[in-house]
């Protein structure tokens, strides 16, 4: 099924299963019989020729929907394997669950390798969404003879070890091959480690009525196609390039050149009418030779840059601006003009020295970069990727755009993020965050606001490079292979 666009915390999700069972009168015992048989659906469409099949289950709910699928799976005739790793509380639906199992006639035996490599597939339903600390002895264990059994797995809720609000791993995390989870979408499953470990993720609502949802604001929200309709609009039959913005792109120190270049093509790939390069002077005559449409101008002063500013309606800052005396000027600069900005690169390096606020500005570091902003480290950034976006988003004004898995986009003063979970490994290669600044400014050179243009440009690159990994695959991906795909896709969703 098609995931929902919403995302909530563990801590929302609780609440949302609060108001099930108390307004609507769904006792938790039954949401829990109905994620045990949701799971063991999911498991034979997935997996059609499993017959033996390993429950790993631990204390907590989590741990009750997999007696559940097991007991479920005794009934259809399979050949459910339990194993357990640390027994539910005397009472409560998990400890009924378990007992309910034991009485189909369903031992719970020890976790070991000899148990797990012998099943056609693993259920992980050994911590939930609560895990809230790093994992430590029997269940970093029981980890690691999961990953280490060479089975496929199903994930129920989210694979053990994996913070559902960061997508951090706790220590140690299963690496599955389908998560199913339940209820809202968590967080931890878009970003961070999270796509990696949960590899395909499905959704099932078990009935939860929509006005369970009602009182509770989405901590943040999947960009999809649906979602960003009315954003672009189709162009009047009488319209003309200068209705559709230029965009100045200040980049190219002495020895990349290209980085620029390849903004400045994204930016027109994007729709903007005009884009002007203002590079080194060493490289200009040459900087264009390869994509005509620009128009470059070598630039030594400030001076130079006056009359370029003055016909631009929005800046691209720091594809290979560098950081020396050159790209400092180009930085005070661009500042200077009050224009809006797009700031990559050595852009945000160079902002990180001199910080100052601007609403009118769209940043898009990578973790490395967020770290500089921040003054933290980049394992930091990545262990709360929704954190790191708003402080900056706070400390800097506008829009952050925190590239990476799962992209998180944070407005000043909006407390609801924008999520992308789109994009693929083949993407971790030079220029793709030049391609990226570039389309997004091209996109406001058009007149979406800054979080408009963010989110569209945010999807297309994303959805372009899946586009492209699917055409040739991901090993070898450029960021060149993106401009012609990124068209097509905004081409797609033009109203």
Known sequence: MTLPEAIYTATQVREIERRVRERHGIPGAELMERAGAAALGLLGALYPRARRIAVVCGPGNNGGDGYVLARLAGEQGLAPVVLGAGAPRAEGDAARARAMCAAAGIAVGEIAPEHLASCDVI???????????????????????????????????????????????????????ATVTFIGLKPGLFTGAGREHCGRIFFDGLGAPPDAYGASMPCARRITEANLGGLLRRRPRDAHKGAAGHVLVLGGDQGMPGAARLAGAAAYRAGAGLVTLATHPAHAACAGATFPELM???????????PLLQRATVIALGPGLGQGRW??????????????????ADGLNLLAQTPARRADRVLTPHPGEAARLLKQTAEKIQSDRFAAARAIAARYGGVCVLKGSGTVIAADEDDVFDLCDLGNPGMASGGMGDVLAGAIAGLLAQGLDIRAAARLGVWAHAGAGDDAAAAGGELGLLAGDLLSLIRARLNRIAT
Do not use: W, Y
């Open 296 to 306: 470059v101008h070598g630039a030594r002063s400030g001076r130079d840059l006056r």
């Open 327 to 344: 790209g400092r000027m180009l930085f005070r600069a661009a500042h200077a003009a009050r224009l809006p900005l797009v700031v990559d």
């Open 123 to 177: 259920v992980d339903a050994l911590f939930g969404t609560g895990l809230d600390r790093e994992v430590e002895r029997e269940g970093r264990a029981a980890i690691e003879a999961i990953n280490a059994a060479g089975r496929p797995v199903l994930a129920i809720d989210i694979p053990s070890g994996l913070d559902s609000d960061t997508g951090r791993v706790h220590g140690a995390a299963v690496r599955a091959q």
